[in-house]
């Protein structure tokens, strides 16, 4: 059982940045695909990038090129780097795994976290 953990979320001013962080619970989570999606109030959860095993990366269609996957195999640990955050991007941002990156991407996160809360202040 993968237990995945958020961190970093906060409150924010528009134009600000934050690094959430994600901690994977098993030693094996260096063989899995890792990713981050958003949820904000009313509206469903979308992808917001994924990552390999090997580092390639994937972003979602919401993503505007302020955002920046990375992992840490070492530590068992993926971050997410939000630069220049606007209003709309507040959203709970959660972290889920798959041992697949298509499936992740599609949203078929085999585990997940719960969250971390993103608010950024106009």
């Known amino acids: 059982q993968v237990q995945l953990a958020e961190s970093g979320g906060g409150l924010v001013r528009t134009g600000g940045s934050l690094r959430l962080s994600c901690v994977a619970s098993?030693?094996?989570?260096?063989?899995?695909?890792l990713g981050w999606f958003r949820q904000a109030p009313g509206d469903k959860r979308r992808l917001v990038g994924a990552?390999?095993?090997?580092?390639?990366?994937n972003y979602g269609d919401s993503v505007k090129g302020r955002l920046t996957i990375s992992r840490e195999n070492a530590k068992n640990t993926i971050y997410l780097q939000m630069n220049h955050l606007q209003p709309e991007e507040t959203a709970s941002y959660f972290c889920?795994?798959?041992?697949?990156?298509?499936?992740?991407?599609?949203?078929?996160?085999?585990?997940w976290g719960n969250g971390t809360l993103v608010t950024v202040s106009s």
């Open positions: 990552i390999t095993s090997g580092g390639s990366t």
């Open positions: 889920a795994s798959h041992r697949y990156l298509t499936r992740l991407i599609s949203g078929e996160g085999e585990h």
């Open positions: 098993v030693s094996s989570a260096g063989t899995l695909s």
